[in-house]
């Protein structure tokens, strides 16, 4: 079945950047777009972009250009999500989730901004 | 900006009576609208796809309505599980998510 399946909990310092990977299974990966969701603590859910798994292109939400990057590798069905300049607000659970219609969620990536 | 106002913030129910929620857009999405349920500690899950269409998977008592700027989404007789926040995604200009709305335990 599908399955998305997210890397570990990261701490990092503001200032720094955070990776994320989505491992992709159970479905032709180049097949859908891999979009990126995050949750601050008690908050609601804030897109942040996409990314084309086949083509690789993206899109991102205005609130992340120029500090988010997302990429995908084929060879080992994976999405990342790269995101910089870290500060306290970015402390939040980033979600995967496939296709147009978010029909498979990975089941998130807490990352704690803390100096 | 597509912004999705979701209403009433919480509702308190008993489980066995209807659930009705709402969705509404700042402009017309059209009918590329879904709808999510998030449990604690969980990743949401999608319930209802372009308005009205329900997932794979989805118990028939879940059903979706509207289309323009106004959407419900139904519970016709809640379940101890359906206990939970819910909120509302459009697709029409990229992606923007309602701010959601907790279902209560009365």
């Known amino acids: 079945q599908v399955q998305l399946v997210q890397s570990g909990a990261e701490v990092k310092k503001p200032g720094a950047s955070v990776k994320v990977s989505c491992k992709a299974s159970g479905y032709t990966f180049t097949g859908y777009y891999i979009h990126w969701v995050r949750q601050a603590p008690g908050q609601g859910l804030e897109w942040m972009g996409r990314i084309n798994s086949n083509s690789g292109g993206t899109n991102y939400a205005q609130k992340f250009q120029g500090r988010v990057t997302m990429t995908r590798d084929t060879s080992v069905t994976t999405a990342y999500m790269e995101l910089s300049r870290l500060t306290a607000d970015d402390t939040a659970v980033y979600y995967c989730a496939r296709d147009v219609h978010f029909d498979w969620w990975g089941r998130g990536t807490l990352v704690t901004v803390s100096s | 900006e597509i912004v999705l106002t979701q209403s009433p913030a919480t509702v308190s129910l008993s489980p066995g009576e209807r659930a009705t929620l709402s969705c509404r857009a700042s402009?017309?999405?059209?009918?590329?609208l879904a709808w999510y349920q998030q449990k604690p500690g969980q990743a949401p899950r999608l319930l209802i796809y372009?308005?009205?269409n329900r997932a794979t998977g989805i118990p028939a008592r879940f059903s979706g309505s509207g289309s323009g700027t106004d959407f419900t989404l139904t519970i016709s007789s809640l379940e101890p599980e359906d206990f939970a926040v819910y909120y509302c995604l459009q697709r029409s200009n990229w992606y923007t998510f309602g701010q959601g709305t907790k279902l209560e335990i009365k």
């Open positions: 372009d308005a009205s």
């Open positions: 402009q017309t999405v059209s009918t590329f």
